[in-house]
């Protein structure tokens, strides 16, 4: 039901039971937020977001207090400003001053709100935290003295992820956010999804960088430099560069990797389709022969970790294949080696992907072939976008080139595993016109499109009643697989990211986008499928003539050595 309300002497539209914020931001207004996460109950801890509302004794909170008809609200009253500017000079009375040489320098919400606030010096002086650098994970870097205690990664990491690696210890001034007994986050139940990086306003959590050991490596005459992107990379780099969000650059990407140095630019999408060739493959056996079902795909790195820990009795639905980024890095240092006659051990190989979790990929030991990893180092779109800046590469100046083949050729079916939903329409197409024998007639899906934590889809394919579900953040995967438990048996094929909306969404994604830019990279991923010709990965050409040629079929012996891997059930021992 619609009411009005009265906004800086604006009369606007809100609908009854909505918070002050809601009614805000739909109408093109807002007030700073710290603790605030768009979608979760609101905690109402920071008190950034006060506003004045006439009859009010005290200042209310506008992200968790419900707005009533003819409520008059002040946003940015005299009164406001000065509690906000309060709580931030408090925050900053105790932050460690090293603006220029943080992670988030220029992408701040605390740096922004003392600018906004107009604090432009220290009001008070309190003792400085001295705790140390979690430098233990492969995936991240904790600085808990830059933490101002918002919360946000607590409940993310709890309430969309189900991991809770991480929550407030001790009491009063000595609280802090840390694992449990304070550990290095190695060793906690940590699944390096870096959506907490994504939601934490400070540079208390980002990614542990690779780029220097590349820049090293490009410096190396004895070393062959290849380098390969994933699919969500092309629709979000764009953000970095002030262009508009969802912007496809491939082409200008594929320049700048060449003029950074790299001699060989590849596209993930290949293997995405590659792992299709695969997983269908895989999916149609375990049908035929009554194997393990469902099917539990197995690209997202962090979703495996989170199954090898909390979801032990489903370690056999998971789908055997690696993921694009590992099937690319085998391809890499076995196929395209032989084809070029490079040792692996000279090959250095890079990948780019929307994702933390994939540094953790990377160095698993399931993950080498002969001792020799098969990716070397991950860059997130972050890190390319400083990578590109370093380079002073024009990204405005750049003519569009194409990746390198054999293994930069794709289908827009792998261009989809950037979204949630990806994965499974690639597969679906595959899979149909291997059972069938025909191509779909139309190959959009739409009931596993969109941003949806969980869809699901019954489908009819030939005589085969196939029952599939879609699900993006750990506790979504988490409710599915306990109704699996208790007796539902009409799903055999599940996807699963642990980034809600999937990769476009990955803790290595721009910082700070834009409310919209998830959707619109999503839209910019379906676009391309709509316009491009190849729609399935068993027509690129390349995978083609890579299966003739190399691997024979898909699950040749052959391609189970270099394409499939196997999982291994973790203890935590902060369990
Ligand atoms: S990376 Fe993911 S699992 Fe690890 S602490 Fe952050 S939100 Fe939790
Ligand atoms: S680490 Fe970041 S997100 Fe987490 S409580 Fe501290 S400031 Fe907030
Ligand atoms: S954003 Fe409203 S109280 Fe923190």
């Not at 210890?169 to 060793?187: D, M, P, Q």
Request: with cysteine; hydrophobic share 35%.
């Amino acid at each position: 039901m619609a009411i009005q309300i009265e906004v800086n002497n604006n009369k606007i539209k809100a609908k009854k039971g909505e918070t002050i914020l809601s009614a805000l931001q739909r109408n093109g207004m807002s007030v700073p937020t710290l603790c605030w996460i768009k979608d979760l109950f609101p905690t109402g801890a920071c008190r950034m977001c006060v506003v004045e509302v006439e009859g009010a004794k005290n200042l209310i909170t506008a992200c968790s207090y419900p707005v009533y008809d003819g409520m008059k609200i002040k946003t940015h009253s005299n009164r406001v400003i000065k509690s906000r500017k309060i709580i931030i000079e408090l925050l900053l009375s105790n932050h460690p001053d090293d603006c220029l040489y943080c992670a988030r320098n220029k992408s701040c919400e605390l740096q922004s709100l003392a600018e906004e606030l107009n604090i432009r010096e220290r009001k008070n002086s309190g003792n400085k935290n001295n705790y140390h650098l979690d430098l233990s994970s492969v995936s991240l870097i904790r600085d808990t003295a830059k933490c101002i205690l918002c919360g946000r990664c607590v409940r993310v990491c709890e309430e969309i992820e189900g991991v809770s690696a991480i929550d407030f210890i001790s009491r009063g001034n000595k609280t802090i956010v840390g694992t449990a007994y304070e550990e290095g986050l190695n060793i906690s139940s940590c699944v390096n999804c870096g959506q907490c990086i994504m939601v934490c306003p400070t540079g208390a959590l980002y990614e542990k960088p690779h780029y220097e050991e590349i820049q090293l490596n490009l410096n190396n005459p004895n070393k062959t430099v290849i380098v390969q992107y994933a699919p969500a990379i092309s629709v979000s780099l764009a953000e970095e560069f002030g262009m508009k969000t969802g912007t496809n650059v491939i082409g200008l990407m594929n320049s700048a990797l060449r003029k950074i140095g790299f001699d060989i630019v590849f596209d993930t999408s290949f293997s995405a389709d590659l792992t299709i060739m695969e997983e269908s493959a895989e999916l149609i056996q375990r049908i035929g022969d009554g194997g393990k079902l469902p099917m539990i795909t197995s690209c997202c790195p962090a979703w495996i970790k989170y199954a090898e820990q909390f979801q032990t009795d489903f370690l056999e639905n998971l789908s055997t294949c690696k993921s694009p980024q590992q099937m690319m890095g085998a391809m890499i240092k076995s196929f395209y080696a032989e084809t070029e006659n490079l040792k692996p051990e000279d090959i250095f190989s890079v990948s780019i992907m929307p994702c933390t979790a994939k540094k953790f990929e990377q160095q698993r030991d399931e993950m080498t072939q002969k001792g020799i990893a098969d990716v070397d180092a991950v860059l997130t779109t972050r890190e390319l976008a400083k990578l590109i800046r370093l380079f002073n590469i024009d990204m405005d100046n750049l003519e569009p080139e194409l990746a390198d083949s054999p293994l930069g050729t794709r289908s827009s079916a792998g261009k989809l595993f950037g979204t949630s939903g990806g994965v499974m329409e690639a597969a679906l197409r595959t899979s149909y016109t291997k059972i069938t024998g025909k191509e779909m007639k139309k190959f959009k899906i739409p009931e596993v499109r969109g941003h949806a934590g969980r869809k699901e889809a019954h489908l009819k394919i030939g005589a085969i009643n196939l029952g599939v579900a879609v699900v993006s953040g750990l506790k979504e995967a988490e409710t599915l697989l306990q109704e699996i438990r208790e007796g539902r048996d009409d799903i055999h094929f599940i996807e699963v990211m642990a980034c809600p909306g999937g990769c476009i969404a990955g803790g290595g994604q721009p910082i700070n986008s834009k409310p919209k830019a998830i959707k619109t990279r999503m839209k910019s991923l379906y676009k391309i499928d709509e316009t491009e010709s190849i729609k399935v990965s068993h027509r690129n050409p390349s995978i083609i003539e890579i299966y003739q040629q190399y691997l024979g079929k898909p699950l040749s012996a052959k391609s189970h050595k270099l394409l499939h891997t196997t999982y291994i059930k973790r203890d935590n021992i902060l369990l």
